[in-house]
């Protein structure tokens, strides 16, 4: 995979917020005009009814979608949007700088933060998604965790095979590409970009650059090694 441009990773023509990628000659770079697209949005419009117990911070920043679903317990700061027909369960976190599209779940535990989700984006239990752009129809299994900064926080870098792209962002976590799918507490590392239709298996910690319609799963097995004698076997 050479390409990393908004059109190879995402089906951007039905997406709301297309401007975003507008000039992006890498998809990643649609995170530094975050920022400026909210600021410039006529936010504020609040299309649904809001339950009890729903708590939001600069309410006149954040602007929600018709039909969409507010749980009690879930905590959202503006500025951001979220779409129509989206789900926000009890205890998810939106910290502010997040642009959700249609049919999106943000789910129990779930934080995020300064990210752009597209459309019909799963991410239904216990993720981190920090820094990072999900694609039409990503499913983040339980537990998935976008690390964004690095243990060094130097400037985060992709690796492709023997090359390095150099973002210029300290905070960068994931790019996903349309239609991938990552299993139960996987860690994807700083600068990982999927291609798209990649399926990630659980538990795997993995970074760099996934060709498309790859699939991800660890090299090694889990056996048993013996069989023992139990020391907690009752006394007859």
């Given at each position: 995979m050479q390409n990393f441009t908004p059109a190879d990773l995402f089906e951007l023509d039905n997406y709301s917020h297309t401007a975003l990628f507008a000039e992006c000659h890498n998809g990643w770079e649609a995170l530094s005009h975050i920022v400026s697209y909210l600021a410039a949005s006529d936010l504020g419009k609040i299309e649904v009814e809001i339950p009890a117990g729903v708590y939001m911070e600069n309410p006149h920043l954040i602007s929600i979608g018709q039909g969409t679903r507010l749980e009690p317990g879930c905590y959202i700061i503006g500025p951001c949007i979220i779409g129509s027909h989206c789900t926000v369960r009890h205890s998810a976190y939106i910290r502010g700088n997040v642009i959700a599209g249609n049919s999106c779940v943000i789910g129990h535990a779930t934080e995020i933060k300064h990210a752009i989700l597209l459309d019909n984006v799963h991410a239904a239990h216990f993720?981190?998604?920090?820094?990072?752009?999900?694609?039409?129809?990503?499913?983040?299994?339980?537990?998935?965790?976008?690390?964004?900064?690095k243990l060094d926080r130097s400037v985060v870098c992709l690796s492709h095979g023997s090359k390095r792209y150099e973002t210029g962002l300290y905070k960068l976590g994931a790019i996903i590409g349309d239609t991938s799918q990552i299993g139960c507490n996987a860690v994807l590392n700083p600068g990982t970009l999927f291609g798209k239709g990649v399926i990630c298996y659980p538990c795997v910690n993995i970074g760099g650059v996934i060709p498309p319609y790859q699939k991800i799963r660890h090299s090694s097995k889990m056996v048993a090694v013996h069989a023992y004698q139990n020391p907690c076997k009752p006394k007859e």
């Amino acid at each position: 995979m050479q390409n990393f441009t908004p059109a190879d990773l995402f089906e951007l023509d039905n997406y709301s917020h297309t401007a975003l990628f507008a000039e992006c000659h890498n998809g990643w770079e649609a995170l530094s005009h975050i920022v400026s697209y909210l600021a410039a949005s006529d936010l504020g419009k609040i299309e649904v009814e809001i339950p009890a117990g729903v708590y939001m911070e600069n309410p006149h920043l954040i602007s929600i979608g018709q039909g969409t679903r507010l749980e009690p317990g879930c905590y959202i700061i503006g500025p951001c949007i979220i779409g129509s027909h989206c789900t926000v369960r009890h205890s998810a976190y939106i910290r502010g700088n997040v642009i959700a599209g249609n049919s999106c779940v943000i789910g129990h535990a779930t934080e995020i933060k300064h990210a752009i989700l597209l459309d019909n984006v799963h991410a239904a239990h216990f993720a981190y998604i920090g820094d990072s752009i999900l694609g039409n129809g990503v499913s983040l299994g339980a537990g998935v965790k976008c690390a964004n900064l690095k243990l060094d926080r130097s400037v985060v870098c992709l690796s492709h095979g023997s090359k390095r792209y150099e973002t210029g962002l300290y905070k960068l976590g994931a790019i996903i590409g349309d239609t991938s799918q990552i299993g139960c507490n996987a860690v994807l590392n700083p600068g990982t970009l999927f291609g798209k239709g990649v399926i990630c298996y659980p538990c795997v910690n993995i970074g760099g650059v996934i060709p498309p319609y790859q699939k991800i799963r660890h090299s090694s097995k889990m056996v048993a090694v013996h069989a023992y004698q139990n020391p907690c076997k009752p006394k007859e």
